[in-house]
């Protein structure tokens, strides 16, 4: 009886196995696609808030019109990243957990054939049994039952030798795709990331240059309208606040209207980055880590 | 009449921008927190997908459950990273922005008190006309109006001055402050994605590190339990698969508790830094950009 025992533990190993890997892949694959979600989510919130910065803008004067939207700009060009991101997530991580579940059924399938072998081999080994001891002098009866068990036997040790191959190459394909899948979510997660940190750096710097004392002259010169009738304010000529507010109005608007044209053409030029094959993935998260 | 008109078109200057003001940074503070809960949902999601990932490696052989572990800290401290993102944006962004509705509401009071003034300028104008067309003889009476006019006018003309100088310091206060709420937002995002960028850079690297063979060797070796009793597979020692199954158990398992531990030491330092002061952002946030 040591054989079947011996066997009930292999395929307990086995059946393990393969009922972890249901479980915790199916696991993986509801969370990471619930993460897929929520990063969409955020994108969505994102998105909102520039389209209100933008409307915002428009309400603004000429200074802060430009950085709100600039900022808008690079806001919304991260979002594209993580557009990028969410989609990246579905094809290379996601969808390859998804199809697990194929693969699952037919190692669990194998693990059934076996089973019932294995039930076939034990009811064979308990009759041999039973006739030794109902008639222990029954010769035939019992070299019969004996053909029987050696040939259940000869069953259960190909099907456990079949079964052993499909567990060892699942196991192998399982441990080498989790490496995949995973090493794709870091790479997918680091490009974002980085790409984020880059776009954030340059709104830094666009926040940073805003200077708010040509803005405040452009609203002091509206609230008093055209007329200027009273105030000693209104004394003073526009350029009169320092050298924050000496370039004339015409000026800055051209200047504007440049900055504007070169900041599409910067994002048009990274929206093609954007749209690199996820092929590109691995080579760009190894140049990231040193 | 035309300094009322003035008056009209000045106020509405004003309240253009404080209306505007409210409207925006109601969307902005709306948005800011929504974008402040996406964030903590998906910091939830991946944690998690940090707790699955721990279960899962306790079920698998030396090198995945090491390799997961691994993984999962490296996972969870980007999650610590996230967990600081999602306070500082509340502390420094979404708060100010609450914040916002007792500033607006004194400004709209100002606005209020002066349009009251200016009703009662209106009405005094409106009764002298009255007087002028009905009894444009009775001089006395017209007199009294003239100096009620005169009163109401001054009174208009004092009020809008303050209502000029409170909605002056209110816009320059409202520029630098929106400044500041954007480039505290764009600073504690650029710290957490750079910071994720570091720990993924480390865990690609712990995945890309990872040799499945040896695991395998494992498995075949729990799948044909000690007594190993049949199969040619059995026949050949542990260590012959080639040069990746080398290394023993008992070698792997010491290297195992040596990294752990190596590991636990660097999160728990990395989770000091996490815990800097908010006001440390804006010199890091200068130290990323170029």
Not at 188 to 204: G, P
Request: aromatic share 6%; glycine share 4%; hydrophobic share 35%.
């Amino acid at each position: 009886m040591n054989i079947v025992l011996f066997r009930d533990c292999q395929v307990r190993v086995m059946e393990d196995t393969v009922t972890n890997t249901e479980k915790y892949f199916g696991q993986f694959c509801l969370l990471l696609a619930a993460y897929t979600r929520k990063t969409a989510r955020l994108r969505d919130k994102a998105d909102k808030l520039v389209k209100q910065l933008i409307d915002f803008a428009n309400t603004e004067n000429l200074e802060m019109r430009t950085t709100l939207r600039n900022f808008a700009e690079d806001l919304a060009k991260v979002q594209d990243y993580r557009q990028a991101e969410v989609e990246r997530l579905e094809f290379k991580v996601v969808n390859p957990l998804k199809l697990y579940g194929t693969q699952i059924k037919q190692t669990q399938a194998e693990i059934k054939k076996f089973k019932r072998v294995r039930n076939h081999e034990i009811k064979q080994l308990e009759k041999l049994e039973k006739l030794r001891q109902k008639s222990p002098s029954d010769r035939q009866m019992i070299s019969q039952a004996e053909t029987c068990v050696q040939r259940a036997s000869v069953d259960a040790g190909r099907t456990t030798h079949q079964l052993e191959e499909t567990v060892d190459a699942f196991q192998k394909q399982k441990l080498k795709d989790l490496q995949k899948i995973l090493s794709d979510f870091v790479t997918i997660e680091m490009v974002f990331h980085a790409k984020a940190v880059e776009v954030y750096s340059s709104a830094f710097q666009t926040l940073e240059r805003y200077d708010p004392e040509r803005d405040l002259e452009d609203f002091r010169a509206k609230m008093h309208g055209v007329h200027r009738p009273h105030g000693p304010r209104d004394a003073r000529p526009l350029t009169d606040t320092g050298p924050a507010a000496a370039a004339p109005w015409s000026l800055a608007q051209s200047a504007q209207s440049t900055m504007r044209s070169h900041r599409k053409a910067a994002a048009s030029e990274d929206s093609s980055a954007v749209e690199d094959p996820v092929e590109d993935l691995r080579g760009q998260g190894q140049g990231l880590h040193h």
